[in-house]
């Protein structure tokens, strides 16, 4: 059964901070790995996804890596902003579970002005 | 192309009462997942749907839980007798085939009085 961890639960930076997510999975037979933002009672954003046979994907301040033989991914942000305050969460989707996602708990963070 | 509709966007409902979520795919999306987010808790895979058929409903409770996605219309996840226990963000998601990117709609929060 795969179990996706989050580290850390809770993070805040002063603004303009580089900062480093990190998401830990069990399996490594993925299909594919996304990353998430989530603001307070609200839906789901898309912010990342990397399939199996990729090793990082990048959007603008974003970068997020992939090591299946590790059980890793980080999510990178660059020059933080206060903007950019939610909870992320990492998702896995297994080789054998269609689009089906697990989910880590999140991380919320806080970037302070 | 609108995105992944859920509606409503909050719903109240008395224990005991029956709760109706309904979610609208992205056009041309014939794979529909309902996600369930406890307070302070993750998202958990709940069930997996193509039109007409259950594929896989390995994370929805055995009693008072059902889904459908019927050949016209929008998917249902209904709640029959709600507890207290059942108060939660409901999330819907859609892909066009297997293996491919899932789309989260915004998501539905029933709260049980």
């Known amino acids: 059964k795969q179990e996706v961890t989050q580290i850390p639960a809770a993070l805040s930076v002063p603004e303009g901070e580089n900062l480093v997510l990190n998401c830990s999975f069990t399996d490594s037979a993925i299909y594919n790995l996304q990353w998430f933002r989530q603001d307070p009672g609200k839906g789901l954003t898309s912010l990342l996804l990397i399939q199996s046979s990729q090793r990082e994907q990048t959007s603008g301040r974003l970068n997020a890596s992939l090591d299946k033989s590790s059980g890793r991914s980080t999510l990178y942000i660059a020059a933080s902003q206060p903007g950019d305050s939610a909870t992320y969460l990492c998702a896995l989707a297994g080789e054998t579970s269609g689009s089906r996602l697990t989910f880590g708990e999140g991380t919320q963070l806080t970037v302070n002005p | ?113």
């Not at chain 2, 109240?12 to 709760?19: D, K, L």
Request: net charge positive; proline share 6%.
């Open chain 2, 1 to 113: 192309n609108a995105g992944v509709m859920q509606n409503p966007r909050h719903l109240v409902r008395r224990r005991g009462q029956e709760a109706r979520l309904r979610c609208s795919p992205m056009k041309g999306h014939s794979h529909v997942y309902w996600y369930r987010q406890l307070p302070e808790e993750g998202l958990k895979f709940m069930v997996y749907l193509q039109k007409e058929n259950i594929i896989d409903e390995s994370g929805m409770p055995k009693e008072r839980f059902s889904a459908e996605f019927p050949k016209e219309g929008p998917s249902i996840l209904r709640i029959q007798q709600v507890v207290r226990g059942d108060s939660a963000a409901y999330f819907c998601a859609s892909s066009p085939r297997l293996n491919t990117e899932a789309f989260f709609g915004q998501g539905t929060r029933l709260t049980v009085v």
